[in-house]
């Protein structure tokens, strides 16, 4: 079955304003925020879960649940299901006073990507095959981001880059944006890769003295 995410309408940018108005109290949970942003609820939101590793802001305790629930939208978007998000993780709540801030940000941020995005290179954003290739890869960068490497320079950033050119790009049929995210998603493998070597060769550089 072909995976189609409607209501391509609406830009990012437009879909997190109307999100911000829509928020109410002082905190939301990512049920509730899912169900804000709407139709295109799964790749908006996987957009907006970059920002804290993109921008110098901060919502504290965010990187563990944030992988999460990225993982599981590729995983959705690999399969063509609805997300199903265990109870814990979906009534995880976000402070307002953070998040609303936030979104702000990932406005300016965002309008500045979507200048650059158009429909082209369809034949890697379309089709049963591509959207199970870009969510299975899509499926793997949440995965790098859920390493407890933060205190390592890049190690969220490469994954979030990679995360979020997956998603702009399925989201708006750029397979330009989709090449960026695998070429990202390559960067990220190979520094990772680069961090595993310099371990092991330390550890047994120890042991051997």
Not at 90 to 111: T, Y
Not at 127 to 140: D, S, V
Not at 155 to 176: C, E, H, K, W, Y
């Amino acid at each position: 079955m072909d995976t189609r995410f409607q209501d391509t309408d609406v830009t990012l940018t437009v879909a997190l304003k109307r999100t911000i108005d829509a928020i109410e109290g002082d905190s939301i949970t990512l049920q509730q925020l899912l169900m804000l942003i709407g139709e295109r609820g799964l790749l908006i939101l996987c957009a907006i879960l970059t920002i804290p590793f993109l921008l110098p802001v901060s919502i504290p305790g965010v990187s563990t649940v944030f992988g999460l629930v990225i993982i599981l939208i590729g995983v959705s978007v690999t399969f063509n299901r609805t997300l199903w998000l265990p109870t814990r993780l979906a009534q995880h709540r976000l402070s307002s006073e953070q998040l609303v801030p936030l979104l702000h940000r990932g406005i300016q941020f965002f309008s500045r990507l979507e200048g650059w995005l158009r429909v082209r290179l369809s034949q890697l954003s379309e089709g049963a095959l591509m959207n199970r290739i870009n969510g299975l890869a899509l499926t793997a960068a949440g995965v790098l981001l859920l390493f407890p490497l933060s205190f390592v320079p890049f190690s969220n950033t490469l994954p979030a880059v990679s995360i979020l050119f997956f998603a702009l790009g399925m989201l708006q049929r750029d397979g330009v944006f989709i090449l960026l995210g695998y070429f990202a998603l390559l960067l990220t493998v190979i520094y990772f890769g680069g961090l595993a070597f310099l371990l092991v060769w330390g550890g047994q550089s120890l042991l051997a003295q």
